[in-house]
């Protein structure tokens, strides 16, 4: 049997990764995955997640299964952080939720979800869009349909993106990430999202919205505001929630799937189809993740210092895009400079092409997707001047420093030592 498969693709992600590992140049620098990374480039666990998981551990709570919804505590403080809570008359009294494996998870349980009620729907996705996005639609079932994001200035094209989904027929399914975009770090203005919920409410489309980095971008309230407006807008929504970055969860798959309907019969057949596929996928979720999470967000003292914590991985980010931008900036590259700097978020996108990345990375060992996606959040502070000058090698209008030169740099930023020390170290968060 397993010799009549075909070759499959491999992730370009982890392929690029693995590449790294075993890149044995001192100043190489890893700026493939979206893991956050402290000034030191470590990725570190939040102190109010290590406190919350003491607190379990001397609770030593039973190990028994929780149920196809996974751990409801942890689905109601998600619905209350994400919609407000359930007692102020918001959209939080007309939403259903199950946890899932991560945000991943979440969207191919919404993805299902959409493909059991309306087989064959079409879901508008932006172009460019998160890598996993397409084939977690189309894996489901569903008919993919790309819509521009960003103009020739790299600037959201708030224009062109309703232009576009004004085309878009009723209880078709667009999906709009919350904050932070990724891979551009283009947000549409509160103006124009007020506009898209417009054209929902008009059209009849219903908006599926992916929240992965809220509280990364303008802060926790601002980056859920969008979310927010379209829940109280629209007669139905599809929203999934991801714990990785915001709480620093990467590896123990932490997320959540929100349904809002229009009555509560349809919000109980929504939640009763989610709970059917997830059975089907892997029956629960993991529980570790969740019961962190709501250790955290039902304390009070620990809910605030996981935000003070998050606004000083959020001021990080930003530190790290203005000072590239400056560098950058001061290399000749004010254009390119510009539009980094309209950018938000962990991800940002250079303007380079696909054969500029590959230079980058052959000739400065500089690892981004060939997209020019880079994770703004992974680069150390000292590292910065160093990726300034690959950048603007490879664009040619710096100042002309060659490969040795932007090698040297790196390498005397003190990083080359370590990495002499432990060449194999892994870049896996």
Same mark, same amino acid.
């Given at each position: 049997m397993l010799e009549l498969l075909p070759p499959p693709p491999t992730d370009p992600l982890w392929d690029l990764t693995a590449e790294f590992a075993a890149d044995e140049r001192p100043e190489r620098l890893n700026l493939v995955l979206g893991v956050y990374r402290d000034a030191a480039g470590r990725t570190p666990v939040m102190a109010a997640v290590r406190e919350a998981e003491i607190r379990l551990a001397e609770r030593s709570a039973s190990k028994e299964y929780r149920g196809l919804s996974g751990n409801t505590a942890f689905n109601r403080a998600l619905v209350e952080m994400v919609l407000g809570s359930e007692g102020s008359g918001g959209p939080a009294g007309r939403a259903a939720a199950v946890q899932t494996v991560a945000g991943s998870g979440a969207l191919r349980l919404l993805a299902d979800l959409v493909c059991r009620t309306r087989p064959g729907t079409t879901v508008w996705i932006s172009d460019p869009a998160y890598v996993n996005h397409r084939p977690i639609l189309e894996a489901a079932g569903l008919r993919v349909r790309p819509y521009g994001w960003v103009d020739a200035d790299g600037g959201f094209d708030a224009a062109g993106v309703l232009r576009e989904l004004s085309g878009v027929r009723r209880d078709d399914v667009v999906l709009l990430q919350g904050c932070c975009h990724n891979p551009t770090g283009v947000d549409p203005s509160p103006q124009d999202w007020a506009a898209l919920a417009e054209l929902a409410v008009r059209d009849g489309w219903v908006p599926f919205v992916d929240l992965a980095y809220h509280g990364l971008g303008g802060g926790l309230e601002a980056d859920l505001a969008a979310t927010r407006m379209l829940a109280a807008r629209v007669p139905e929504?599809?929203?999934?929630?991801? =714990?990785?970055?915001?709480?620093?969860?990467?590896?123990?798959?932490?997320? =959540?799937?929100?349904?809002?309907?229009?009555?509560?019969?349809?919000?109980?057949?929504?939640?009763?189809?989610?709970?059917?596929?997830? /059975? +089907?996928?892997?029956?629960?979720?993991?529980?570790?993740?969740?019961?962190?999470?709501?250790?955290?967000?039902? %304390?009070?003292?620990?809910?605030?210092?996981? /935000?003070?914590?998050?606004?000083?991985?959020?001021? !990080?980010? @930003? @530190?790290?895009?203005?000072?590239?931008?400056?560098?950058?900036?001061?290399?000749? =590259?004010?254009?390119?400079? !510009?539009?980094?700097?309209?950018?938000?978020?962990?991800?940002?996108?250079?303007?380079?092409?696909?054969?500029?990345?590959?230079?980058? !990375?052959?000739?400065?060992?500089?690892?981004?997707?060939?997209?020019? !996606?880079?994770?703004?959040?992974?680069?150390? @502070?000292? /590292?910065?001047?160093?990726? @300034?000058?690959?950048?603007?090698?490879?664009?040619? +209008?710096?100042?002309?420093?060659?490969? %040795?030169?932007?090698?040297?740099?790196?390498?005397? +930023?003190g990083d080359g030592a370590r990495a002499r020390q432990s060449p194999a170290v892994s870049s896996m968060p």
């Open positions: 929504m599809l929203i999934a929630v991801s =714990c990785s970055k915001n709480f620093g969860l990467y590896s123990d798959r932490t997320g =959540c799937a929100i349904v809002l309907g229009a009555s509560g019969q349809a919000v109980r057949h929504a939640e009763t189809t989610l709970q059917n596929a997830a /059975r +089907t996928l892997y029956s629960m979720p993991p529980e570790h993740g969740a019961a962190v999470v709501t250790t955290i967000l039902e %304390d009070e003292r620990l809910s605030a210092l996981w /935000r003070a914590e998050l606004d000083v991985m959020r001021g !990080r980010i @930003a @530190a790290n895009r203005t000072d590239l931008t400056a560098h950058l900036s001061a290399l000749g =590259c004010e254009v390119q400079a !510009r539009s980094l700097a309209r950018q938000k978020g962990m991800f940002s996108m250079l303007p380079l092409s696909a054969e500029q990345m590959l230079r980058l !990375r052959r000739q400065f060992a500089i690892y981004g997707t060939t997209s020019g !996606r880079i994770n703004i959040a992974g680069i150390p @502070a000292h /590292r910065i001047p160093f990726l @300034a000058q690959g950048i603007a090698a490879v664009l040619g +209008t710096g100042s002309g420093a060659s490969a %040795d030169a932007v090698a040297a740099a790196g390498a005397d +930023t």
